[in-house]
């Protein structure tokens, strides 16, 4: 005998059969195997906003108590939960650092998968002014989406299910698991005549859970706060780059010849003041005292092979602990 179910029974099966039976992310090349309750994991290392063929965009997941808590959501981000045996439906809660496209651009897709799969429950997006507007924009993406499937059983309007939240500084989140203060960084640098002047800011996060620190710069040039933020952090989430290596990248793609020379000269000041670079990590991560480095954000399609290692290699040179350039689903 034939049984057929209602659409809405496919949905629910589908979901289980793609979430619960999750693969364990990828930590052979990183310092895994950790009996900390607290884990984090790294989805997407690569900055934007050029996508890369390897690696996925900015993106990182903080598991702690068994609650996943995801920080910034670049491209890919929805396809490296899922390799690493997470699920949209089920996320705690998301934290963005700033509205680049790098960090932010797979929302859209990352909030259309957990409500088809029957998410109800408000999932909550955090981050800098501006976060509010991602989000409705989301939602506004996927409206066309939902009408189509508004009569397979999925009947919770959007906005009561993803709720965007333009947070300040401090404090900005506390639960059961996790603590997460935010702090303004040097990542824009707006003059008075730019229309994002006094409109968009740029976050850096520490997360305390009770037994580990983990600190997110996001993209930032130095700043003096920097370092208590980061103080005596377990892991520094950092990005790096190379001023040399992303111009090279960009004459590769065309990119820079594309840019006049007053665009070139303002574009080249950007990477040297409102980003990281290795002697910045370096300077931080000692002076913060934190344990082990987790370089992200990596510039470029232009560094042979895509080996990092020599950025390791730098930052090494003047920091005593423990430094890793991150490939995507590493497990720390």
């Not at 059969?17 to 607290?38: C, K, W």
């Not at 919770?156 to 900005?172: K, N």
């Not at 040039?221 to 780059?241: H, Q």
Request: hydrophobic share 45%.
């Amino acid at each position: 005998m034939r049984v057929v179910l209602p659409l809405s029974a496919v949905a629910s099966i589908a979901a289980a059969l793609m979430f619960t039976a999750p693969t364990p992310a990828a930590s052979a090349d990183g310092p895994s195997g950790t009996s900390a309750q607290t884990r984090l994991i790294v989805l997407g290392t690569a900055a934007g906003p050029l996508p890369r063929k390897d690696r996925a965009q900015s993106a990182h997941a903080v598991i702690a108590n068994g609650a996943t808590y995801l920080f910034d959501a670049g491209d890919g981000v929805a396809r490296r939960l899922v390799q690493a045996g997470m699920t949209p439906v089920t996320l705690k809660s998301i934290f963005l650092t700033h509205g680049h496209d790098d960090h932010a651009a797979g929302l859209a897709t990352l909030l259309s998968i957990a409500w088809d799969f029957q998410r109800k429950q408000p999932l909550d997006v955090y981050g800098p002014p501006g976060t509010a507007a991602i989000v409705a924009g989301a939602i506004q993406y996927m409206s066309v989406n939902a009408g189509i499937r508004w009569d397979e059983g999925r009947k919770t309007p959007l906005p009561q299910v993803f709720v965007g939240h333009d947070v300040g500084t401090g404090v900005v989140y506390r639960d059961e698991n996790i603590t997460v203060q935010a702090m303004e960084n040097a990542h824009f640098h707006f003059t008075a005549q730019s229309p994002a002047y006094g409109r968009y800011k740029s976050y850096s996060y520490r997360v305390e859970a009770p037994d580990r620190v983990i600190v997110f710069t996001g993209d930032t040039g130095p700043f003096p706060g920097l370092a208590e933020l980061a103080r005596n952090a377990d892991i520094l989430v950092t990005e790096i780059s190379s001023v040399a290596y992303v111009q090279k990248g960009l004459q590769k793609s065309g990119v820079w010849g594309a840019m006049n020379a007053a665009q070139q000269t303002a574009f080249l000041k950007h990477l040297a003041e409102e980003h990281l670079s290795a002697d910045d990590v370096a300077t931080l991560a000692t002076g913060a005292h934190v344990k082990t480095v987790v370089l992200v954000h990596l510039p470029t399609s232009a560094i042979p092979n895509d080996d990092y290692a020599p950025f390791a290699e730098e930052v090494k040179a003047h920091f005593a602990g423990t430094v890793v350039a991150a490939k995507d689903l590493m497990s720390f």
